[in-house]
């Protein structure tokens, strides 16, 4: 690979150079937490730093307003770096959406100006949503990543390092059983109760669990369940994730489910309709190729990684993984075992310690972006493997 050791003398020194700033978008992301799709601010700030950097500019992008992309290079390998910048409901960064949205601004900042001496394309893409909808889905079904070498981003993690993230396939649905009402002491036979249906529902997919792979989740609360304990419920509804490690045998899994809802409905007299009501999350597909380049990487900025402890979660970033070759490597921000979507990890993205991971995942993320646009060999093994 030509001059690659010169380039990364030249990428650790942009991100010397720009991480006063992107650790300043950090903290106001921090305590000024936007939820999914109401990212405006976190948006406009981020693409108005790689505007400034020489990035040409799509905003909103894909019809998602708080959506971006952002281009930058000559002809060539097409790399993307993945941002994400939403919050969780009263939590705030409790995922630490700022700190890795950050890897990936400073990782594009300190790339920009290389992208005048080597050939290849660099996309920085703001993805919103991730923990609700999932902007990736509708970015992925948009074709934008078909094209890509190689799309990519860091998560924050707690204690650990690994490059090998896999997740799970996921469908959210929401069950909705409709009945009659009745006064639930005068007459309560004149009623059909909703609410029954959904509580033989619940029985029947806990009863399912034992004919299914010990690798599927299926978890759900009752969303609905009346008005008022004297009012035989006419509506009741129920919403659950369903998860498995292959969308394939989610579907037939799937198909179980919806059995069970009928049967429900059939022995409580009511009516049973379904529905989405999130995007579907696909599988992390592997890309082992990637994952060693990956792993080359880490060691060569000093960080140690652990194998990684196999899919406990769903990601938009699975749908990526379907249309180009993809990662997602984690890496730890603290030395207390924190976990996601607690307060606590909140706090932990502001801290000095903090500080230093966002430096080390933009030069993480920076280093892979450059082997890829320098080894057409490692590029056309990849490419190979994602096509096999």
């Not at 020194?13 to 950090?26: C, M, R």
């Not at 659950?240 to 059995?259: G, H, I, P, Q, S």
């Not at 990662?327 to 979507?341: M, Y």
Request: aromatic share 8%; glycine share 8%; with cysteine.
């Amino acid at each position: 690979m030509k001059n690659y050791s010169d380039y990364t003398d030249l990428i650790d020194e942009a991100i010397e150079k720009n991480i006063d700033p992107v650790w300043d978008l950090n903290l106001y992301m921090a305590s000024h937490p936007e939820l999914g799709g109401q990212e405006y601010e976190a948006s406009r700030r981020m693409k108005d730093m790689l505007e400034k950097s020489g990035f040409a500019i799509t905003y909103p992008y894909c019809n998602i307003p708080t959506s971006f992309n952002a281009q930058r290079g000559q002809r060539g390998p097409s790399v993307a770096l993945l941002a994400e910048y939403d919050a969780l409901p009263e939590i705030g960064h409790g995922c630490g959406h700022c700190l890795h949205g950050g890897m990936t601004l400073l990782a594009g900042l300190a790339l920009s100006p290389l992208l005048e001496r080597i050939p290849g394309i660099l996309y920085v893409i703001g993805t919103p949503s991730e923990e609700t909808n999932g902007a990736k889905v509708t970015l992925a079904k948009n074709g934008v990543f078909d094209s890509m070498d190689l799309a990519m981003m860091i998560h924050c993690n707690d204690t650990t390092n690994y490059v090998q993230y896999r997740s799970l396939a996921m469908d959210a649905i929401e069950f909705t059983f409709k009945g009659q009402t009745a006064h639930a002491a005068g007459a309560p036979w004149e009623g059909r109760n909703a609410l029954n249906g959904v509580q033989l529902f619940f029985h029947a997919i806990d009863m399912l669990r034992q004919h299914v792979k010990p690798t599927v989740r299926m978890h759900g609360i009752i969303s609905h369940g009346g008005e008022a304990p004297n009012i035989v419920p006419d509506r009741a509804s129920a919403k659950f994730y369903f998860r498995a490690m292959e969308r394939t045998y989610l579907d037939r899994v799937l198909e179980k489910a919806f059995n069970c809802a009928k049967g429900a409905a059939m022995a409580s007299e009511t009516s049973i309709q379904w529905e989405n009501v999130e995007f579907s999350f696909d599988e992390m597909r592997p890309n082992h190729t990637a994952e060693e380049m990956m792993e080359e990487i880490f060691k060569e900025c000093g960080v140690d990684t652990v194998s990684a402890p196999g899919p406990g979660g769903s990601s938009d970033m699975g749908n990526v993984s379907q249309h180009c070759p993809a990662l997602q490597p984690l890496l730890a921000i603290t030395q207390v075992p924190t976990p996601h979507h607690t307060r606590a990890f909140a706090e932990a993205v502001t801290t000095p310690e903090a500080r230093e991971t966002l430096k080390t995942g933009a030069r993480i993320l920076a280093r892979a972006a450059l082997r890829t646009f320098l080894d057409s060999f490692f590029r056309e093994e990849m490419r190979a493997e994602f096509l096999s």
